[in-house]
């Protein structure tokens, strides 16, 4: 599918960036807590840790992530009517030019750029291959 979407203008870099998103990130982890300390010395096993929390995006790779998410809803606006066969994507596509012009705050990065990410995929999905 990468070929044919590339042929199209929808460059790798793009498909990259909606994995970087969608991935898991584990929030770094520090130091065991005091408590962890005292029970690995006297020979106890820890507490049951809760599973890895998503690290959230800076404020500069939100941006990042966004502005490469805008450039490419503009160029999906332009080739996705011409790709999906059957019908027009009404509602994806429109989904994408409201997250589109949607503001967030920093707070939401992480969501919002899940939420476009899937619809962005979502539309390329659509979009399919020509191979």
Same mark, same amino acid.
Do not use: H, K, N, W
């Given at each position: 599918?990468?070929r044919s979407l590339v042929?199209?203008?929808?460059?790798?870099?793009?498909?990259?960036?909606?994995?970087?998103?969608?991935?898991?990130?584990? $929030?770094?982890?520090?130091?065991?807590?005091?408590?962890?300390?005292? +029970?690995?010395?006297?020979?106890? =096993?820890?507490?049951?840790?809760?599973?890895?929390?998503?690290?959230?995006?800076?404020?500069?790779?939100?941006?990042?992530?966004?502005?490469?998410?805008?450039?490419?809803t503009r160029q999906l606006?332009?080739?996705?009517?011409?790709?999906?066969?059957?019908?027009?994507?009404?509602?994806?596509?429109?989904? +994408?030019?409201?997250?589109?012009?949607? $503001?967030?705050? =920093?707070?939401?990065?992480?969501?919002?750029?899940?939420?476009?990410?899937?619809?962005?995929?979502?539309?390329?999905?659509?979009?399919?291959?020509?191979?």
């Open positions: 599918m990468t042929a199209e203008g929808i460059s790798y870099d793009l498909i990259v960036t909606v994995e970087e998103v969608l991935s898991d990130r584990p $929030e770094p982890t520090g130091r065991p807590s005091r408590l962890g300390r005292l +029970l690995v010395r006297c020979g106890l =096993p820890l507490r049951p840790q809760p599973g890895p929390t998503t690290a959230p995006f800076s404020e500069q790779d939100a941006r990042r992530i966004s502005d490469r998410f805008r450039r490419a606006l332009q080739v996705a009517p011409y790709r999906v066969v059957p019908y027009y994507p009404t509602q994806e596509l429109s989904l +994408l030019v409201a997250l589109r012009d949607e $503001e967030v705050s =920093p707070g939401e990065a992480l969501p919002y750029l899940r939420r476009y990410a899937l619809a962005i995929l979502a539309v390329l999905e659509l979009m399919g291959d020509d191979e």
